[in-house]
């Protein structure tokens, strides 16, 4: 069964600091792998998308990285701003069927919270 | 300026009472997508449009109905909302099949059950 599962479930740390948040994978055959920030009460919007022979993909203080062996992903915060606080939410397309009728597996989630 | 947009933001309804929420884009994008997202879980899958073809997910309730009249709009019909079915609404459009291409989400509707 395709799964995505993120780490830590939630996270609090303080403005200024860096974070990592970590995505593992089942899916298969993998296609692309998808961080989305999702802020309170809002829809899904696209930080990165990586295909297989990615490592690393950069929006900028967002820096997502790509183990396609080890079926991981992070995604690295970069001196973090009050802003940042949302959900990241990773998400893992497969090439044929798999996931759901669109093709995607979905992550429940990081929780992140950047206290001033 | 907002791509994928959707009506209203918030909605509440009564247990029972049938329920429309809307959904454009400015995209013309081919898919367009309706999802269930309960709070700390992932967003749910209801069913997708390519085009004119409607895909439904094989365990999304007959509670659960959609329309696509043309390649901008598309609205979820939910018969006779229950508790259950209290959660924020997202429409999100491809310009082909998702699993290739970026998906835009809208903004969502956050549904509340009376």
């Known amino acids: 069964k395709n799964q995505v599962e993120q780490s830590p479930q939630s996270l609090i740390i303080l403005e200024g600091k860096n974070c990592t948040l970590q995505c593992n994978y089942t899916v298969s055959p993998f296609s692309n792998l998808r961080w989305y920030k999702q802020d309170t009460g809002r829809g899904p919007v696209s930080l990165t998308i990586m295909t297989f022979s990615e490592n690393t993909k950069s929006n900028g203080r967002y820096t997502a990285t790509l183990d396609a062996d080890t079926k991981q992903s992070s995604l690295h915060i970069t001196a973090s701003q009050l802003s940042d606080s949302a959900s990241y939410i990773c998400v893992v397309s497969a090439q044929y069927s798999g996931g759901g009728a669109d093709g995607l597996t979905f992550g429940k989630g990081t929780h992140l919270i950047i206290q001033p | 300026d907002a791509m994928v947009i959707q009506n209203p933001r918030y909605q509440v309804t009564q247990f029972g009472k049938p329920v429309t929420l809307s959904c454009s884009q400015t995209?013309?994008?081919?898919?367009m997508y309706w999802y269930q997202q309960k709070s700390s879980q992932a967003p749910k899958l209801l069913f997708h449009?390519?085009?004119?073809?409607?895909?439904n997910e094989a365990d999304t309730p007959d509670n659960f109905q959609s329309r696509r009249p043309n390649t901008s709009f598309c609205f979820l019909d939910i018969r006779s909302p229950g508790l259950g079915d209290a959660a924020m609404y997202l429409c999100?459009?491809?310009?082909?099949?998702?699993?290739?291409?970026?998906?835009?989400f809208g903004a969502g509707t956050r549904l509340s059950v009376l």
């Open positions: 449009y390519y085009d004119k073809d409607f895909n």
């Open positions: 999100a459009t491809s310009r082909d099949r998702a699993r290739g291409n970026i998906q835009y």
């Open positions: 995209l013309n994008h081919n898919v």
